[in-house]
């Protein structure tokens, strides 16, 4: 295969993930607290004998959006929504885990768990535990539980020390690898809780224009196979 074709490939395979990045976020859409993702593309250059270098464009890194999706009320007790840049801080089987996604319950132990069962804890990694049988609950916004007038553990709001480092673990879940800190700039609302923050038109948008560019490459490599098929065959019949 000449250079145009391994030019072509890696295009090719940089927009089918970007592909599947897209359709991701579109099956997320209605996802609390899901985050949209975007591919990064790199040039990746490399040498060649007797001739030029060869530059060809990779997609192998994906940049996760963190813009605040939008509140909607839900008046739920247990369910809630960050204002700010915080998140909150999950117990799963591979370790603590951040996330936006604040619609919550109460388990058989009175632990306050995810939908999945994870459960939230407070700032300094305990598990925040609702008595059973008590009042009416409150959530102040910096995460401060009461019920009747009486104090009974706080929720807590975390921020990555450096969010361009966090790693998507599941839909909502993110593992901090520089590890974080109180959130200072943020809030919570109780009976909220936050949209995914994808773009759907934007996400449907780019979808066709990969689909397009990725046709038009297609009918480049057939163009040239085609091309190479012709050009074997003149030469055996020339022989």
């Known amino acids: 295969m000449d250079s145009s074709g391994y030019v072509t490939l890696t295009r090719q395979s ?12 579109i099956a997320n859409a209605a996802t609390t607290g899901f985050r949209q993702e975007g591919m990064i593309f790199s040039e990746y250059v490399s040498s060649v004998r007797d001739g030029p270098s060869l530059s060809m464009g990779q997609g192998n890194v994906r940049n996760t959006s963190l813009e605040q999706g939008a509140l909607t009320q839900t008046g739920g007790t247990f369910d809630f929504a960050i204002e700010g840049d915080g998140y909150f801080l999950v117990e799963t089987p591979g370790g603590e885990r951040l996330t ?11 632990d306050l768990v995810t939908q999945d069962g994870h459960r939230v804890l407070d700032a300094g990694g305990a ?31 975390v921020s990555p020390v450096d969010p361009r480092e966090m790693v998507r673990q599941s839909g909502v879940m993110f593992e901090a690898d520089e590890g974080f800190e109180p959130a200072e700039n943020a809030r919570i609302m109780q009976g909220f809780v936050e949209a995914s923050n994808v773009d759907s038109i934007g996400q449907l948008a ?34």
């Open 206 to 239: 780019r979808m066709i224009e990969i689909q397009r560019a990725y046709e038009m490459g297609q009918s480049f490599l057939d163009s040239e196979d085609e091309r190479v098929r012709r050009a074997m065959d003149a030469m055996m019949k020339s022989q």
């Open 100 to 110: 936006r996604a604040g619609s919550f319950t109460v388990n058989g132990e009175g």
């Open 14 to 25: 940089g927009l089918l993930r970007e592909m599947q990045v897209v359709a991701n976020n």
């Open 127 to 157: 598990p925040v535990f609702i008595p059973p049988d008590v009042g009416p609950i409150a959530v102040a916004p910096d995460g401060t539980v009461s019920a009747g007038g009486g104090l009974i553990g706080q929720i807590g709001l």
